[in-house]
């Protein structure tokens, strides 16, 4: 069975850090792009980041450039969201998914929730 | 403000069917066969329903269906059932990124 299961969500205060991370399993996760999504409390879905299979090519959207990095690990099969000054509109519900290629995020995890506030 | 527009609610009675557009309001949304359309349960992940325009993941109900013209893409859901209520989003490419509509509401009256 597919699984992907996000952590490390919680209250961080403006300008801090948190360290998401996405716990992959049932498929080769070395085999597919991976995203981040994110969904703020009452809003749509944003597009966060993406990596390929390898970790040599990175996106984001520009609200996060040089602020979040993405990265994966292949031997942990985990997919992680570092977030570093973080602000109150990064507040919002983080899910990670399995990209299929031509936008077809096929799997989705739960959402782990960060919430940016002091 | 979102690259592809989408209207904010839609409603539906039983049975009956609704569309729901999506149009790039951006030069920079390209390949526009590559457009995917999603569901959203209220606490629930998004689930994939339509993707390449109108292609359906295996499990999906032929009740939806997908298309394009021009620069608007569409997801149409026929034979409305209670539980098709819930929030759609289409997803495209501006440049290299991806880029989510602002996403519909849909009411099954």
């Known amino acids: 069975e597919v699984q992907l299961v996000e952590s490390g969500g919680g209250l961080v205060q403006p300008g801090g850090s948190l360290r998401l991370s996405c716990a992959v399993s049932?498929?080769?996760?070395?085999?597919?792009?991976m995203s981040w999504v994110r969904q703020a409390p009452g809003k749509g879905l944003e597009w966060v980041a993406n990596?390929?299979?390898?970790?040599?090519?990175?996106n984001y959207v520009d609200s996060v450039k040089g602020r979040f990095t993405i990265s994966r690990d292949s031997a942990e099969n985990s997919l992680v969201l570092e977030m570093n000054s973080l602000r109150a509109e990064d507040t919002a519900v983080y899910y990670c998914?399995?990209?299929?290629?031509?936008?077809?995020?096929?799997?989705w995890g739960q959402g782990t929730l960060v919430t940016v506030s002091s | 403000q979102s690259a592809l527009t989408q209207p904010a609610s839609v409603s539906g009675s039983p049975g009956q069917s609704i569309t729901i557009s999506c149009t790039a309001t951006?030069?920079?949304?390209?390949?526009?066969?590559?457009v995917s359309w999603y569901q959203q349960h209220p606490g629930k992940a998004p689930r994939l329903m339509i993707y390449e325009v109108s292609k359906r993941p295996s499990g999906i109900s032929n009740r939806f269906s997908g298309s394009r013209s021009g620069n608007t893409a569409s997801l149409t859901i026929s034979g409305l059932q209670a539980e098709d209520e819930a929030d759609y989003y289409c997803c495209s490419y501006a440049g290299s990124l991806v880029v989510f509509g602002g996403g519909t509401k849909l009411t099954v009256l």
């Open positions: 990596i390929n299979q390898d970790g040599s090519e990175k």
């Open positions: 049932g498929f080769p996760f070395s085999r597919y792009w």
């Open positions: 998914a399995r990209d299929r290629g031509s936008l077809r995020f096929d799997c």
């Open positions: 951006s030069s920079d949304v390209g390949s526009y066969n590559l």
